[in-house]
């Protein structure tokens, strides 16, 4: 049996101006693409988390 249920989804959607050169978007890209970002969100995440005392028993992943 599951330990938990997933009760919400939260999804983020990163943008940039559609006149944005190839060269700069493909910066974007490979930032977003990054073990660091995804290891600075998480870590913004958790702490959004951390800090709300209802929100103790939740569970947080982050999924590319």
Do not use: C, G, Q, Y
Not at 2 to 24: G, M, Y
Not at 48 to 59: E, F, G, T
């Amino acid at each position: 049996m599951a330990k938990s249920v997933v009760i919400d989804e939260l999804h983020v959607t990163a943008r940039v101006p559609n006149n944005l050169p190839e060269t700069r978007a493909e910066i974007v890209r490979n930032t977003l693409a990054s073990a660091e970002f995804m290891s600075r969100l998480r870590r913004a995440v958790r702490n959004v988390i951390r800090a709300d005392p209802d929100l103790a028993v939740v569970r947080v992943s982050l999924t590319r």
